[in-house]
């Protein structure tokens, strides 16, 4: 067995990876039970340590030029610092984060910085690079959602899943509570080395580990399970899991459709290789979601022939408020289409109608807790439906 793979030890850091104080105290007293950080460093957040002999050995974290990291080409610090490093007794090991590290097990040997006000500057050059990463964090992961779904919060909600986008938020706000929390701390240490105060070498780090490795654990596993999630989320739909085609399913359902439309004919499913297909869906926000698409012929007594597709987006949410909100996403997310253009909505006997057309007729329907969006539209001349008539057949179906 590989001598080496069963010296390692892995350890998660009890403190962030921005907290120099805690992280060198933290290696220093690791050093003491035998365990001594690998030139390998630090990998998916976790240290990864090889055993030895229990001894002394001091941990600085020095400032690197630009971050570092597995993604990063930084190969470390270049070979004249490493020299120089050397010259005090220090030894490079390994890059983390923001910084390299150096250690020593000489205890008369001289520290890296011995100056505060040039340590602050150095300090000063991460805290541009964090003011950056704050604003960054906040445009991408707050304004970029916003813009990209056009506000149809509750929508993606009710397909997606609620505690999937719940999740989300959660990653999307610790994601920007950490770089927060980051520009703050070295916002703080600066002022201490500009106040000619020398670094706490010795912090103690006991105090927070616990609270802070359950928190990095927990962000981990919420992390995995949104992954995980997006992609079962994907496989259903490049599978199309869930869908029921139309010539098999014999349920009953909650609105019309092509043949309650025109009752009067012969109808017949169009068999173009897609849609006709039924697929039911269920959230905490919306007990029951129907997606139905439709497209068929009719032949009418009289040999005129109607076709044309039917496409309702059916939601039963859990409350009228849910509803009336789901109504204004959708007709928001119509009004950024660029084909949109509204039509005369006919007089419904509902809470909320708005009749526009996106290449199509389609109509958003509200009432009570039930949100609709229908689309309808007929290739046919000889037999067509008025707007008027198939939204008042809708609605007297629906409500």
Same mark, same amino acid.
């Given at each position: 067995?590989?001598?080496?793979?069963?010296?390692?030890?892995?350890?998660?850091?009890?403190?962030?990876?921005?907290?120099?104080?805690?992280?060198?105290?933290?290696?220093?007293?690791?050093?003491?039970?035998?365990?001594?950080?690998?030139?390998?460093?630090?990998?998916?957040?976790?240290?990864?340590?090889?055993?030895?002999?229990?001894?002394?050995?001091?941990?600085?974290?020095?400032?690197?030029?630009?971050?570092? $990291?597995?993604?990063?080409?930084?190969? $470390?610090?270049?070979?004249?610092?490493?020299?120089?490093?050397?010259?005090?007794?220090?030894?490079?090991?390994?890059?983390?984060?923001?910084?390299?590290?150096?250690?020593?097990?000489?205890?008369?040997?001289?520290?890296?910085?011995?100056?505060?006000?040039?340590?602050?500057?150095?300090?000063?050059?991460?805290?541009?690079?964090?003011?950056?990463?704050?604003?960054?964090?906040?445009?991408?992961?707050?304004?970029?959602?916003?813009?990209?779904?056009?506000?149809?919060?509750?929508?993606?909600?009710?397909?997606?899943?609620?505690?999937?986008?719940?999740?989300?938020?959660?990653?999307?706000?610790?994601?920007?509570?950490?770089?927060?929390?980051?520009?703050?701390?070295?916002?703080?240490?600066?002022?201490?080395?500009?106040?000619?105060?020398?670094?706490?070498?010795?912090?103690?780090?006991?105090?927070?580990?616990?609270?802070?490795?359950?928190? %990095?654990?927990?962000?981990?596993?919420?992390?995995?399970?949104?992954?995980?999630?997006?992609?079962?989320?994907?496989?259903?739909?490049?599978?199309?899991?869930?869908?029921?085609?139309?010539?098999?399913?014999?349920?009953?359902?909650?609105?019309?459709?092509?043949?309650?439309?025109?009752?009067? $004919?012969?109808?017949?499913?169009?068999?173009? $290789?897609?849609?006709?297909?039924?697929?039911?869906?269920?959230?905490?926000?919306?007990? %029951?979601?129907?997606?139905?698409?439709?497209?068929?012929?009719?032949?009418?007594?009289?040999?005129?022939?109607?076709?044309?597709?039917?496409?309702?987006?059916?939601?039963?949410?859990?409350?009228?408020?849910?509803?009336?909100?789901?109504?204004?996403?959708?007709?928001?997310?119509?009004?950024?289409?660029?084909?949109?253009?509204?039509?005369?909505?006919?007089?419904?006997?509902?809470?909320?109608?708005?009749?526009?057309?996106?290449?199509?007729?389609?109509?958003?329907?509200?009432?009570?807790?039930?949100?609709?969006?229908?689309?309808?539209?007929?290739? %046919?001349?000889?037999?067509?439906?008025?707007?008027?008539?198939?939204?008042?057949?809708?609605?007297?179906?629906?409500?």
């Amino acid at each position: 067995m590989n001598e080496k793979r069963v010296r390692r030890v892995y350890r998660l850091p009890p403190c962030p990876d921005y907290d120099i104080e805690g992280i060198e105290s933290w290696l220093g007293d690791m050093a003491e039970t035998g365990l001594f950080l690998s030139r390998d460093g630090f990998f998916l957040g976790f240290a990864i340590f090889e055993r030895g002999e229990a001894r002394q050995v001091r941990y600085r974290l020095d400032v690197a030029p630009r971050k570092t $990291g597995w993604l990063s080409d930084d190969t $470390g610090p270049d070979e004249e610092e490493r020299n120089l490093g050397a010259s005090f007794g220090w030894e490079y090991v390994a890059s983390f984060g923001q910084f390299y590290i150096y250690r020593t097990e000489d205890a008369n040997a001289r520290e890296l910085h011995t100056d505060p006000q040039v340590q602050a500057l150095a300090i000063n050059q991460i805290r541009r690079r964090e003011r950056g990463s704050v604003v960054t964090s906040l445009l991408f992961w707050l304004v970029w959602p916003f813009i990209y779904l056009n506000g149809t919060w509750l929508l993606v909600m009710f397909e997606a899943g609620t505690w999937f986008v719940l999740i989300a938020l959660f990653l999307l706000l610790w994601a920007c509570a950490g770089a927060v929390a980051r520009a703050v701390h070295f916002r703080r240490m600066r002022k201490k080395l500009l106040r000619g105060e020398a670094l706490d070498h010795g912090k103690k780090w006991r105090r927070r580990a616990v609270r802070h490795r359950i928190s %990095s654990i927990l962000s981990v596993v919420c992390c995995l399970a949104w992954i995980l999630a997006l992609l079962c989320l994907w496989a259903e739909d490049l599978e199309d899991a869930g869908k029921i085609p139309l010539e098999t399913y014999t349920g009953d359902l909650p609105f019309a459709t092509i043949a309650d439309l025109i009752p009067e $004919g012969r109808y017949a499913l169009d068999d173009i $290789g897609f849609s006709n297909t039924v697929e039911f869906g269920s959230d905490w926000l919306a007990p %029951s979601i129907i997606h139905w698409a439709e497209i068929a012929t009719v032949t009418l007594p009289d040999g005129r022939v109607f076709s044309g597709g039917l496409y309702v987006d059916y939601y039963e949410t859990a409350s009228p408020w849910l509803a009336r909100e789901a109504a204004r996403e959708l007709t928001r997310a119509a009004r950024h289409s660029k084909y949109f253009s509204e039509l005369e909505t006919p007089e419904l006997d509902v809470s909320y109608a708005q009749a526009y057309s996106d290449m199509f007729p389609k109509l958003i329907l509200q009432e009570g807790n039930l949100v609709v969006q229908i689309e309808f539209y007929q290739t %046919s001349e000889a037999y067509e439906l008025p707007l008027a008539e198939w939204t008042q057949r809708m609605v007297e179906s629906l409500f």
